[in-house]
């Protein structure tokens, strides 16, 4: 398994996160950051062609050498200083109240403890930040959600991790968080996964 996680899914995760569907709500998203970003789940670096002009720094939370590996080669010539953590986003070795903008997509479906993330970063931030977020989850449609749970260990166990029945926002609020703006609905595709929360949050 080590030696899957290591060779076959970065290349695999990097080629399903670059659809064009994706790339329009990474778009949305990493185009509101400003300042000091913290970019938990940066992956294979996806999202720095949208930060803006106003972004100034973006470090980058990956517990995967692979994808970290791709996201510096992506970094190279932007802007904006890039610098990499290896770690857990339940546990960033970073100061408190240092970062000015957070930003999460398709990233707390996958973190094992997605409240000790969130809590985490909330930490981080200022009190004036604001945490962006676009993530899949739980669908409001009754039949659609049942489905979900049904099939949700056996797609964790394929997907390297990857929940599609978790209530974004609400799992956001209980870390802390009021949300200022959010939007959900599906986007083309498998309704057990096409299911989005995208928004912005404050911390309380």
């Given at each position: 398994m080590?030696?899957?996680?290591?060779?076959l899914?970065?290349?695999?995760?990097?080629?399903?996160?670059?659809?064009?569907?994706l790339?329009?709500?990474?778009?949305k998203?990493?185009?509101?950051?400003q300042?000091?970003?913290l970019?938990?789940?940066?992956?294979?670096g996806?999202n720095?062609?949208?930060?803006?002009?106003?972004?100034?720094?973006?470090?980058?939370?990956d517990?995967?050498?692979?994808l970290?590996k791709?996201?510096?080669a992506r970094a190279?010539?932007l802007?904006?200083?890039v610098s990499?953590v290896?770690?857990?986003?339940?546990?960033?070795?970073?100061?408190d109240a240092?970062?000015?903008?957070a930003?999460?997509?398709?990233s707390?479906?996958?973190?094992p403890d997605p409240s000790a993330?969130?809590?985490e970063i909330r930490?981080?931030?200022?009190?004036?930040a604001?945490?962006?977020?676009v993530?899949?989850g739980?669908s409001?449609d009754?039949?659609?959600a049942?489905?979900?749970?049904?099939?949700?260990?056996?797609?964790?166990?394929l997907?390297?991790?990857?929940?599609?029945?978790?209530?974004?926002?609400k799992?956001?609020e209980a870390?802390?968080?009021?949300i200022v703006g959010?939007?959900t609905?599906y986007i083309?595709?498998?309704?057990?996964?096409?299911?989005?929360?995208?928004?912005?949050?404050?911390?309380?």
């Amino acid at each position: 398994m080590g030696l899957v996680a290591r060779y076959l899914v970065p290349p695999l995760l990097d080629r399903i996160m670059r659809s064009e569907l994706l790339l329009d709500e990474r778009r949305k998203c990493a185009g509101g950051a400003q300042g000091r970003v913290l970019e938990v789940g940066i992956g294979s670096g996806l999202n720095f062609p949208y930060y803006g002009a106003a972004v100034s720094e973006v470090v980058g939370v990956d517990p995967s050498q692979g994808l970290q590996k791709r996201a510096k080669a992506r970094a190279a010539g932007l802007s904006f200083s890039v610098s990499h953590v290896e770690a857990s986003a339940e546990v960033m070795p970073l100061d408190d109240a240092s970062f000015d903008t957070a930003l999460t997509t398709w990233s707390l479906c996958s973190i094992p403890d997605p409240s000790a993330a969130l809590h985490e970063i909330r930490r981080l931030l200022k009190p004036t930040a604001r945490l962006l977020f676009v993530e899949h989850g739980l669908s409001p449609d009754g039949g659609v959600a049942r489905w979900q749970n049904r099939l949700n260990g056996s797609w964790r166990c394929l997907s390297a991790g990857c929940n599609m029945n978790r209530r974004m926002d609400k799992l956001i609020e209980a870390a802390g968080f009021a949300i200022v703006g959010l939007e959900t609905g599906y986007i083309e595709g498998p309704r057990v996964l096409g299911y989005l929360y995208r928004g912005a949050a404050r911390p309380r």
